[in-house]
């Protein structure tokens, strides 16, 4: 998918709305664990209820990696599902991988050729060559870890070298290599206060968010300071919606929690 073709969706949609599919099987509602593939089962009722909400979907490759061979399989029929019933839906692999040379290269022929997903989230500690792999697969992006929402990202990502922290480094320098019209950014929600002062360095760059509703990220502060003339916003939500409710309706209700988040999303466009 082109960064037109998920501009146009989102417009289309009125939403910049992404749903993280990270399922947990003792969070999901219990009569779905006597299905023979309860992930899968979840994860389509969820996606059937609110395509139509949402622009984008990010499994965490962990909740799945968890379970062995069949989480591996769970994902597969999940993207596969996606891929064939709603393919307008952007798709985000959330593995953070992070490695150099021919194991990127491998990496990302896992999450885009083989599994077919848009994109794929990656952690940039090893420079370049552990990301100029992933940006050289035409129509696919690679989504860039540059401040994240957890306490620990105090730890480094917001320290200083030479009078400017960390993050701000990683974005300067990422601009520099090959085929950054496919690198997209994450940025957490519940840092609100540093989108000003990324969009002076990616004024345009696609910015997946996470941290909005179950971690305590406005969605307005996000939009204040992040939006861009092509949007350039993914915000992310996953416990807020797809735990919204155990009980036999949990599908309508994620999607009850989907339409208030994509409502809110309207006055934006």
């Known amino acids: 998918m082109t960064t037109q073709e998920l501009v146009a969706q989102i417009k289309k949609k009125k939403s910049f709305l992404c749903i993280g599919l990270d399922v947990d099987l003792d969070k999901?509602?219990?009569?779905?664990?006597?299905e023979e593939d309860p992930i899968f089962a979840f994860n389509k009722a969820i996606i059937d209820a609110t395509h139509h909400l949402c622009v984008a979907y990010k499994p965490n490759t962990a909740f799945y990696e968890a379970?062995?061979?069949?989480?591996?399989?769970?994902?597969?029929?999940?993207?596969?599902?996606l891929n064939k019933n709603y393919p307008e839906i952007f798709t985000i692999a959330d593995a953070k991988r992070g490695d150099i040379g021919n194991t990127s290269t491998m990496y990302a022929k896992a999450f885009f050729e083989d599994?077919?997903?848009?994109?794929?989230?990656?952690?940039p500690y090893m420079g370049k060559d552990s990301?100029?792999?992933?940006?050289a697969f035409k129509n696919k992006h690679t989504i860039m870890l540059a401040l994240t929402s957890n306490e620990g990202a105090f730890d480094f990502q917001t320290k200083k070298i030479a009078e400017k922290e960390v993050y701000k480094h990683v974005l300067e320098t990422s601009k520099n290599w090959k085929n950054t019209e496919?690198?997209?950014?994450?940025?957490?929600?519940?840092?609100?206060?540093?989108?000003?002062?990324?969009?002076?360095?990616?004024?345009?760059?696609?910015?997946?968010?996470?941290?909005?509703?179950a971690q305590g990220g406005s969605l307005?502060?996000?939009c204040k300071y992040g939006l861009s003339e092509n949007i350039g916003l993914l915000i992310n939500s996953s416990r807020g919606i797809i735990y919204a409710s155990k009980e036999d309706n949990f599908a309508e209700k994620a999607a009850e929690k989907?339409?208030?988040?994509?409502?809110k999303m309207t006055q934006f466009l």
């Open 67 to 81: 379970y062995g061979l069949k989480g591996w399989k769970s994902l597969e029929k999940t993207i596969i599902y």
């Open 182 to 213: 496919n690198l997209m950014y994450v940025v957490g929600a519940t840092k609100a206060e540093y989108f000003k002062e990324i969009r002076k360095i990616v004024p345009n760059s696609f910015l997946l968010v996470p941290g909005v509703g």
């Open 28 to 34: 999901i509602p219990s009569h779905l664990l006597d």
């Open 115 to 123: 599994l077919a997903f848009d994109s794929v989230t990656v952690a």
């Open 258 to 263: 989907a339409k208030e988040l994509q409502q």
């Open 220 to 222: 307005e502060d996000v």
């Open 131 to 135: 990301i100029e792999p992933f940006l």
